[in-house]
């Protein structure tokens, strides 16, 4: 299927070149981006995620992410990770049932992959 961004729960696979390793339990990162008031939330690694989003054609900023603040014993540092991605991310492309999330220049931030929603 073609998926598209918005109403996707897209799972992340890679961030800064790296795969994203789940601790055993440990709920998987992910984004859903909604379509009707472009609102999006997920969960980063410890804690849920949420915060508005603008895109067209190629381009793709989140606005204003705010997390819950929970400390976690693991996913602290995906968590990190993930939201500073999140501020840097200018563009997006889909190629088949992989989201990738690129800065200004272009560079691979994260790739995250379409699940269906249940």
């Known amino acids: 299927p073609n998926w598209a961004l918005q109403n996707t ?49 190629e381009a793709l900023r989140f606005k204003g ?6 400390a976690c014993p693991v996913g602290m540092e995906t968590e990190m990770a993930f939201t500073q991605v999140l501020e840097q991310t200018q563009r997006y492309q889909i190629e088949g049932a992989t989201l990738k999330l690129l800065d200004a220049e272009g560079k691979l931030l994260a790739q995250l992959e379409a699940t269906v929603l249940k």
């Not at 790296?18 to 980063?44: C, I, N, T, Y």
């Not at 992410?65 to 929970?70: D, K």
Request: proline fraction near 4%; include cysteine; aromatic fraction near 8%.
């Open 9 to 57: 729960y897209w799972r992340l696979r890679q961030l800064n070149g790296q795969p994203v390793v789940l601790a055993k339990k440990q709920r998987e990162p992910h984004l859903v981006l909604g379509s009707k008031d472009s609102h999006m939330h997920g969960f980063a690694g410890c804690n849920r995620i949420m915060g508005g989003y603008e895109s067209n054609a």
């Open 65 to 70: 992410v705010a997390a819950t603040m929970m």
